[in-house]
C-alpha cells in the first residue's frame, strides 16, 4: 500500500532537512500509530502520504504509484480516488450541510461515486457512515459550523471513509473528544477501516491508543534510522 524509499524532504531549497527516513513498507489494510513530540515533522509525513508533499530526493509510492510521476493535476485525481483524509481542522464546508459535507469526496472523485452505488448511492453511504459514527439523525440537514467540535470530527471522519478510499489519514482525529470518548470513537474508526478495506495511518499524542494498532512509528527514531540509510 505504502513504499518509502529512502528520502529526503525539506520546506525550502536550502533549508535544513525535515524529514530524513529510510526504506518504510506498509501492507494493505495495516494500521500505523504515528507519533513524536510538536514540529518532528509528523504532518509533513502525512502531507508525503498524501503526494500534497513530494520529497527532494527519494520516492514515496501508494498502491505502486511514485507520487513524483504524476503531472500535479494528475496527483489531485488520484488523492481523490484514493485517499480519504481526517484533518486535524476539520476543513468542513461551515455553509453546507453535514450530509452534503460528508458526500463531498463523491463530487471529486468518479472512483468513489461508483463505489457508493451498492450502498444505494453517495446519499445513502453518507447516512450509513454517519450512523456507525454515532451522529444522530436530527443533526445530519443542519451547517457544519453549528455543530460541536466533537461533532464536526465525526462528520469529518465519515467523510475521509466515504467511496472505501485505500489509504485513510487522521491527523489527532481524538483531539476534540474528551477522555472518556476517545477509546470508543477509536473503536469506531479502526472497525470502519477494517470495514472499508482501507489503511489507516494516524497521527496521535495519546499513547493509550498505541497497543491496538499493527505499526508502532515514533517519528524521531524513523529519522534516526534515515539518517543512517
Not at 508533499?53 to 513524483?68: E, F, I, K, N, T
Not at 463523491?106 to 445513502?124: N, V
Request: proline share 6%; net charge neutral; with cysteine.
Amino acid at each position: 500500500m505504502i513504499d518509502i524509499e529512502p528520502m529526503r524532504f525539506a520546506w525550502t531549497r536550502g533549508a535544513p532537512d525535515t524529514l530524513v527516513l529510510g526504506h518504510l513498507h506498509v501492507a494493505q489494510g495495516q494500521t500505523v500509530f504515528l507519533h513524536g513530540p510538536s514540529g518532528c515533522g509528523k504532518s509533513s509525513l502525512l502531507g508525503l502520504l498524501a503526494g500534497v508533499l513530494l520529497p527532494q530526493h527519494g520516492r514515496v509510492s501508494l498502491l505502486g504509484q511514485d507520487w513524483a510521476a504524476l503531472p500535479s493535476g494528475q496527483r489531485d485525481v488520484f488523492r481523490a480516488d484514493h485517499v480519504g483524509v481526517i484533518f486535524q481542522q476539520f476543513n468542513l464546508l461551515p455553509y453546507l450541510s453535514v450530509l452534503d459535507n460528508v458526500s463531498l469526496p463523491c463530487r471529486f472523485s468518479k472512483l468513489r461515486r461508483e463505489r457508493c452505488q451498492s450502498a444505494g448511492g453517495p446519499q445513502a453511504s453518507a447516512q450509513t457512515w454517519l450512523k456507525r459514527m454515532g451522529l444522530p439523525e436530527g443533526l445530519w440537514a443542519r451547517r457544519a459550523d453549528t455543530l460541536s467540535v466533537g461533532q464536526q470530527q465525526r462528520v469529518a471522519a465519515a467523510r475521509a471513509l466515504m467511496g472505501q478510499p485505500e489509504l485513510v489519514l487522521a491527523d489527532e482525529p481524538t483531539s476534540a473528544l474528551d477522555a472518556a470518548l476517545r477509546h470508543d470513537f477509536m473503536d469506531v474508526l479502526m472497525q470502519a477501516a477494517r470495514d472499508a478495506g482501507s489503511t489507516l495511518v494516524c497521527v496521535s499524542h495519546d499513547p493509550q491508543q498505541a497497543a491496538r494498532f499493527d505499526l508502532q512509528w515514533s517519528l524521531p527514531e524513523l529519522q534516526q534510522t534515515g539518517a543512517r540509510a
